[in-house]
């Protein structure tokens, strides 16, 4: 007796099903891949800058808000006052982060000029190396 199937054949399915596997893990990489990137701090408006920064390998971010009346001081995400900054750097600058760290002071544009030059000086003081950060200014026009 032969065996004979009864089913009707349907191969044209086993070679597109893993391509639309594939295409739905790519579309979920591209929309959820935003969200999984680092970000630190706190969200400010910076200043325009026409300069771009290459890339640091985990710098130490000091963000300066210009939330109510007296500006917010943030290391990371950690909300500090002057004292509390000078501490936790003299505390990254004891375990020997000063000597290969870059500080990148973020700014909001409201803040006042003064905290952000007391700042800039304690690091600098400390042996670290600092980079104000602005935003993009975008075009810029051309002369004709």
């Given at each position: ?46 200043p325009p800058s026409r300069f771009q920064l290459e890339r640091f390998g985990s710098p130490i971010v000091i963000t300066i808000s210009a939330d109510g ?76």
């Open positions: 007796m032969k065996l004979v199937s009864s089913l009707n054949e349907a191969a044209g399915w086993i070679y597109v099903a893993p391509a639309l596997n594939l295409l739905a893990l790519l579309w979920l990489i591209q929309f959820t891949a935003p969200s999984l990137t680092r970000q630190s701090g706190i969200r400010v408006q910076p009346e007296t500006p917010r001081i943030h290391l990371g995400r950690d909300p500090l006052s002057l004292d509390e900054l000078e501490a936790r750097l003299d505390q990254l600058r004891g375990q020997g982060a000063a000597a290969n760290s870059m500080v990148l002071l973020q700014t909001d544009a409201g803040a006042p000029s003064g905290i952000e030059r007391r700042i800039s000086e304690l690091a600098l003081s400390m042996g670290f190396k600092l980079a104000l950060l602005g935003s993009d200014p975008g075009p810029t026009p051309t002369s004709e």
